[in-house]
């Protein structure tokens, strides 16, 4: 067979900042051609680079976009985000940012994109699993349960990470769209309310500008008393239609350029109206939270588990499906080393599928000592993060979505700066704990007593709300029967 040398790039792609990738000439049964030479040579000299910001994205829509809070940073992160200074215009500025690379979790600042273009940017730093020594705030009581709580704490995962690099304004597929979800699903209802006031009010103020010109062109006195009548004329226009405004008495008609301001004014005011009515009736239709979860959730040696009650005594969940997800260091089976990944947890007895869900408590549970576990070997020192969500439909046929994420009191996660920071010390987060749940439902007995008690009507069973979130811990720093 004739001999062929191999390839400059031994038979791989590498881009900056990325793995490698196998090419097409890695197989070792032929020769490449000499086209894949030229190809491996190429790519492998030319990195594959991002575009120019100033390519994409204009300045009146990068102001568009600062001012109603869109990203529009630039950069890597040379300071933390965290770091809050007054801003130009707009009330504050985040971390100073600057060109640059990563490398080894390090963030390199250059002067320009060019100089960090030259470097490369691979490599990623590997973690160690604590051995466990009672974690942050981990035998700390609750003081009863906080149903908004996993909101609070999925808002809080929303700012796990920031995005960087040569332009966040490029993270778009539209500005329209960016600004539809602001307004349908970002902006609290009370801002939302207060911009359409102030947009009605910006309608009759600059109506009556125009409306003033307009008749000072036609050779009326410019004077306050010409603004405020035309302030009246366009505040009657787009809002207050009678003529009880302005009395009954007979007035002069408007001019064809006045009239054609007022269409103008009517028509841009009922197209206000109509965007106001989308977006009210696209919130309105939104999806009420019908699901909550207890605040933590539990882990021994024969299963991992979680509590959830539905909202509201008139609501029934059809078709209602739980998923769980365990971020963790699970041991290879051939090699004995424990390596990091997302595994899902087999709901047991059910699979995760429930034909129908009432209302009272409900527990779901994964089967540690099952043989296809992946927690046969793993311990709550090698969790991560437990991540649970349900999805069913209710008895009003609309969809139902729900989600909590439990961490335990010793992962790095949480035992970060950062993230005790933005808990602080009012807010106890999920935590996932060692322990057992606490008895909740109850058949009705004679008070005292414990005699049996013939009841008339329902209900046949109780369920103490109190006993929701109470975890009787396996471990306690101060006793070995305090509940969480």
Known sequence: APRCEAPTSQGFVSFVGTETFPHRSADVNRCPTVRE????????AEPLLSGHSNDTVGPLERW???????????????????????????GKTFGRRA???????????????EEADRETGSGLDGG??????????????????????????LRQQMRLQFAEGRDDALRSVSLGEDLWHILTVDMSLLRLLLLEIYTEFFFILIGAVLLTLVAAAEGANLDSTLFGEKLL??????????????????????SKPEIIVLALLGWFHWLLLSVAGAIIVTRALKPLQQVAFAPDAIMNDSEISVRL???????????????????????DPETGDYTGGLRHLEIAHTKGHYGLFKHYPMTVKHDVTAPDSPLRDTTVDHIMLLEVTVTATDNNGNPVFAAANYMPPNSHIVNSSSFQGAYGEEKLYPRL????????????????TGAPFKATDMPLYLYNMDNFHVIELEQNADSDDSPV
């Open 128 to 153: 160690t699993v604590s051995k466990r020594i009672g974690g942050y705030r981990e035998f700390e009581k609750r003081r009863g349960y906080d149903l908004r709580l996993h909101r609070f704490d």
């Open 233 to 254: 004329l366009s505040f009657t226009t787009v809002r207050i239609s009678t003529d009880s405004v302005y009395g009954w008495e007979e007035k002069t008609p408007s």
């Open 64 to 90: 568009m976009r600062r001012m109603w809070g869109l990203p529009t940073g630039q950069g890597l992160w040379a300071e933390h985000p965290s770091v809050v200074r007054p801003g130009l215009f707009f």
């Open 309 to 331: 009650i539905t909202l509201r005594q008139s609501v029934i969940l059809y078709d209602v499906h739980v998923y769980m997800k365990l971020m963790a260091a699970f041991k």
């Open 37 to 44: 030479h030229n190809i491996d040579e190429r790519m492998a």
């Open 99 to 113: 060109p640059g690379f990563v490398k080894r979790g390090v963030m390199h600042e250059t002067a320009t994109w």
């Open 433 to 448: 704990l060692r322990g057992r749940w606490r008895d909740q439902m109850r058949p009705f007995k004679e008070a005292n």
